[in-house]
């Protein structure tokens, strides 16, 4: 079973920055490099939305809308990591955050780590 394990996460203020990370374990028929990772934010009483997303080789990467030019997705497959560089933090960017790791029909979430951006 692939374990995922957020952390990272914290309180900061408006314009801050934080840097997730996102621990992989568990792979037995696959490895780390063969799954897409996402990153998911998900504010208080909202649905969860994507943040990011970057190849299983790293070298491709989208973001959504509310993020672009300010968060980078990166993964270190030799260490089973996945990052998310968040700059400018806004108060929308509030919420807790979570990776993904997909590969054809197999989903896999990680716990959660929280964003606070506050004044």
């Given at each position: 079973?692939?374990?995922?394990?957020?952390?990272?996460?914290?309180?900061?203020?408006?314009?801050?920055s934080?840097?997730?990370?996102?621990?992989?374990?568990?792979?037995?028929?696959?490895t780390f490099s063969d799954y897409a990772m996402n990153w998911y934010r998900q504010a208080p009483v909202s649905q969860r939305e994507f943040v990011a997303a970057i190849t299983s080789a790293g070298d491709n990467s989208i973001y959504g809308d509310s993020v672009k030019g300010r968060?980078?997705?990166?993964?270190?497959?030799?260490?089973n990591e996945m990052y998310l560089q968040m700059n400018s933090l806004k108060l929308k960017n509030r919420g807790v955050y979570y990776c993904n790791a997909v590969r054809n029909t197999r989903r896999y979430?990680?716990?959660?780590t929280q964003v606070t951006v506050s004044t």
């Open positions: 079973q692939v374990h995922l394990v957020e952390s990272g996460g914290g309180v900061v203020q408006p314009g801050g934080l840097t997730l990370s996102c621990a992989a374990s568990g792979f037995t028929d696959f968060f980078t997705i990166s993964r270190d497959n030799a260490k979430w990680g716990q959660g």
